[in-house]
């Protein structure tokens, strides 16, 4: 017994946001994470008449997208796109321009200070300061327990605000 389109959408489509978020936090481009999430749903279609089987339908998209994250991010398309950066800063309109050229600058440095993190810790950041996940969140897209979160976070955000301030005292 197959799963139609309807039952296929409605059981999987609710997942979307979160995956998107997810997928958006490893790749960290949007065109990047919709066409991994894009693959996602195509990879679920092809399998739609195991997935009645499966316990916990969003424990598996989660898995599923995270591991296409990671091979994407293997792959060798995987060269970050910048102007993403663009984005995540809105800077206020009246901001003069070399204003707005020292709040890209610190962007960028942070960027830079979150890129040379551990990986775990770098994960964790991306989940919790660039997307917004909540602890159960990234509980599940990490496998790691809220413990190890909080202290992978804090152990993060220490060493990101020891070298900005570092690299800052230096031009002053």
């Known amino acids: 017994m197959g799963m139609d389109a309807e039952s ?4 999987f489509l609710s997942f979307h946001p979160k995956l998107f ?4 936090a490893l790749v960290e481009n949007k065109a990047d994470a919709e066409d991994i999430l894009q693959d996602a749903y ?3 279609w092809n ?6 089987d499966i316990a916990n339908p969003e424990a598996f998209c989660v898995t599923l997208v995270k591991n296409l994250c990671l091979d994407f991010l293997r792959s060798p398309r995987a060269t970050r796109r910048e102007e993403e950066i663009g984005e995540v800063i809105t800077l206020a309109t ?7 050229l020292e709040t890209k600058d610190k962007e960028q440095k942070i960027r830079q200070l979150i890129d040379r993190l551990p990986e775990n810790q770098r994960q964790v950041i991306r989940l919790r300061g660039i997307d917004d996940c909540s602890m159960d969140e990234i509980e599940q897209i990490t496998g790691l327990n809220a413990v190890n979160i909080r202290v992978l976070l804090s152990r993060a955000r220490k060493v990101i605000r020891e070298q900005f301030d570092k690299i ?5």
């Open 8 to 11: 296929f959408k409605r059981k």
């Open 21 to 24: 978020r997810i997928a958006y």
């Open 42 to 44: 195509f990879k679920l």
């Open 47 to 52: 399998k739609r008449d195991d997935l009645p």
């Open 94 to 100: 009246d901001a003069s321009p070399e204003k707005e």
């Open 168 to 172: 800052y005292e230096y031009e002053r």
